[in-house]
């Protein structure tokens, strides 16, 4: 599962890139504590996720706990993904995370 992390930008930036599933949950899981704990404020991008399944979207709840655990600032911005986890959060009946902003399912 490809990310990027982009460090010096001021907020933080970590990209994920193809499928948020349970196969690749682990992986980034471990890439956006990396992130959170590396800086004050972090943004992660959804723009380039092409699926979401209920792993993934557990991930993005734990990263709002974890950020809000840690005193840190995250927000998670879905860009072209957004339409993808309205399904995602539709499927389960879920609302979505708190830190999740933007393009925002209702």
């Known amino acids: 599962m490809p990310t990027e992390f982009h460090g010096t930008t001021k ?53 709002c706990r974890y950020a809000e655990k840690s005193k840190k600032v995250v927000r998670i911005v879905p860009g072209a993904a957004a339409e993808r986890l309205e399904r995602i959060l539709e499927f389960t009946g879920l609302t979505s995370p708190v830190c999740v902003v933007g393009d925002t399912p209702q």
């Open 11 to 63: 907020p933080a930036q970590l990209e994920i890139q193809g499928e948020m599933s349970f196969a690749h949950v682990s992986d980034l899981h471990a890439a956006m504590l990396t992130a959170c704990d590396a800086v004050e404020e972090l943004v992660i991008s959804l723009d380039k996720v092409t699926s979401i399944d209920a792993a993934g979207l557990q991930l993005l709840f734990a990263a």
